[in-house]
């Protein structure tokens, strides 16, 4: 009705002065053109009628303006009218914008990868169709069935998830011959609750699950029993630009696709089929406590406190067995004779992890870039010394990592770790620390890194290539020792070796672990409404050298591996 009297009004502006004008201009005309005799004055009739003709120049020129100045608000009013329902609704519980340079980025990144999420408190969001609300909560089942073959050219025994330290070297059985298995055991499952409390705080819980939990028996005779695991499961509360999670999540450590995001598809772990990624990869998931400030659109800090382990693996020969239990050496193996004493490594503190990411859009192309720190401690009770009694030390880490949009949805990718004491986070391929022969601990250099390229050259098509590459310094002693034959180490008579990487020590000492991969992923069939249909095909090439082989024996392992996989994501 409003709009309707507004062009009722403009009609009565127009049309008014209009015939006014032509209804002054006839009488106007009467009185110049004759005069009281009744013979024209053609001079009185020009003087007359020029002036009136401007005048109605400007008055149709001034309606005009009112004209348009009335059709503007009349659109205003339109565009308000459709608003208003939606504003209504979104009054109640707004949520927090995300800043346009992570939005973006997270877009992006979301297409190319295999899990499908959203970014937590994004404006206009699509919702998933298989969500539900419970009051104000949001409820979003997720996930993938899996469907995997992989071959590989040695028999390496590990299942699904590839061991990169236990390649076997050319002359053992293991390397006569091959291996080559299905498996569903990396289907996923996901559920995801958001509620905005309030205009600026809303609340995130996420838990995801796999089958690649403990080997339990009659795994692959009969019933195929896989377990169900834990992967990350923690609760995100962000309040403006503060956001505190709790709960065991990707560590902060590891590599972010998009500013220091939770999401599990803006945690950079490679496009691989393989459930244990990539050699190279920083990563980890674990119990933390964190802290995220989001400073501006661009520029993100946290902090985290993360569950510490002392990591010594089989690899690393110790002065004395009263050390054996003080640390963690094969809790990757549920099955090993270690796993029982796992939990009885001391741990003094735990593991500090600084964070600082920048996003950007250069020209229109996201690039990320983020600079992280560790600090660990590692303490034993030194049974060695007289008195016996405790040696503490610290050590550290530094990352650099980066991914550039170089052009449209082709991204070069680079990460890198390097660190006194921070073997585990790069997949345990070494240790963290020896006990040298006095009983006090060293901590042992070592350095990651990846380099490669993901394009997603169409909607359908996904590839990607990645080198990664690992590195860990040789740190040992002698122990003086007697018996026969006379025992002696790096050429010195009457000792014995303890610590890692030292003339004579085992095949499993790594020095080198190196792998190269390449990866194609077609989406074979897509729907919004009922997800997406893909085939993941990935070839690596791994290479292993450790710091001793015996004279006449190959300097390295190496082997060649196929993953085939048909995956069906969820919507």
Not at 135 to 158: I, M, V, Y
Not at 205 to 224: I, M, R, S
Not at 319 to 340: H, I, K, L, R, V
Request: aromatic fraction near 10%.
């Amino acid at each position: 009705m409003r709009v309707l009297a507004i062009y009722l009004l403009i009609l009565g502006l127009t049309v008014s002065p209009v015939m006014a004008g032509k209804n002054q201009a006839k009488d106007d005309k009467k009185v110049a053109t004759t005069e009281p005799g009744g013979a024209p004055n053609a001079a009185t009739a020009a003087s007359s009628s020029e002036p009136d003709l401007h005048q109605l120049q400007d008055l149709l020129l001034d309606q005009q303006r009112r004209i348009e100045a009335l059709e503007a608000e009349v659109s205003e009013l339109r565009r308000a009218s459709v608003a208003a329902p939606s504003s209504a609704a979104n009054a109640a519980a707004d949520p927090p914008a995300t800043p346009p340079a992570l939005a973006a980025a997270s877009s992006s990144e979301i297409a190319a990868s295999h899990v499908i999420s959203r970014a937590a408190g994004s404006q206009g969001e699509q919702h998933a169709p298989l969500s539900f609300k419970i009051g104000d909560a949001e409820f979003t089942p997720g996930g993938f069935l899996d469907f995997t073959s992989f071959t590989r050219t040695e028999n390496l025994g590990s299942g699904i998830a590839t061991s990169f330290g236990t390649v076997p070297f050319k002359g053992t059985p293991e390397s006569a011959l091959t291996e080559s298995r299905f498996s569903a055991q990396y289907s996923r499952l996901s559920l995801r609750v958001h509620a905005d409390l309030q205009h600026s705080t809303s609340v995130t819980g996420y838990v995801e699950a796999d089958f690649l939990g403990f080997q339990p028996a009659n795994a692959y005779q009969t019933a195929n029993s896989n377990s169900l695991r834990q992967r990350v499961y923690w609760v995100d509360v962000r309040h403006g630009k503060w956001e505190v999670l709790g709960g065991q999540e990707w560590s902060m450590l590891q590599p972010n696709r998009v500013g220091i995001s939770p999401e599990t598809a803006d945690i950079f772990y490679t496009q691989n089929e393989d459930p244990n990624f990539q050699v190279g990869l920083i990563w980890a998931r674990q119990a933390q406590f964190r802290v995220v400030y989001h400073a501006n659109d661009w520029w993100t800090l946290g902090a985290s406190l993360e569950n510490p382990d002392q990591f010594v693996p089989a690899s690393v020969v110790l002065p004395s067995d009263s050390f054996a239990s003080q640390f963690d050496n094969g809790s990757g193996s549920t099955s090993a004779t270690s796993s029982a004493t796992n939990t009885a490594s001391p741990t003094l503190h735990p593991d500090i992890i600084l964070k600082s990411a920048f996003d950007w859009k250069p020209y229109g192309h996201a690039a990320h870039v983020e600079v992280s720190g560790l600090v660990r401690s590692f303490k034993v009770f030194n049974s060695l010394a007289a008195p016996a009694t405790t040696n503490t030390i610290t050590g550290g880490g530094g990352s650099l990592n980066a991914n550039f949009e170089l052009f449209n949805n082709f991204r070069l990718i680079g990460n890198s770790l390097y660190s006194c004491g921070g073997g585990r986070y790069i997949f345990g391929l070494g240790p963290d620390v020896v006990v040298r022969p006095n009983g006090n601990l060293a901590c042992v250099h070592s350095g990651s890194g990846i380099g490669g390229f993901e394009w997603q050259t169409t909607p359908q098509y996904m590839f990607a290539a990645y080198y990664g590459g690992a590195h860990f310094e040789r740190n040992f002693g002698l122990l003086p020792a007697t018996g026969s034959p006379t025992p002696i180490c790096d050429g010195q008579v009457g000792f014995t070796c303890v610590g890692f990487g030292f003339p004579g020590s085992s095949d499993t000492a790594n020095r080198a672990v190196q792998e190269a991969t390449f990866d194609f992923v077609p989406t074979l069939w897509s729907s919004p409404n009922y997800g997406k249909l893909q085939l993941i095909a990935q070839y690596s090439y791994l290479t292993r050298a450790p710091w001793f082989v015996a004279p006449g024996n190959p300097k390295n392992a190496h082997l060649s591996m196929v993953y085939l996989d048909v995956r069906y994501i969820l919507p």
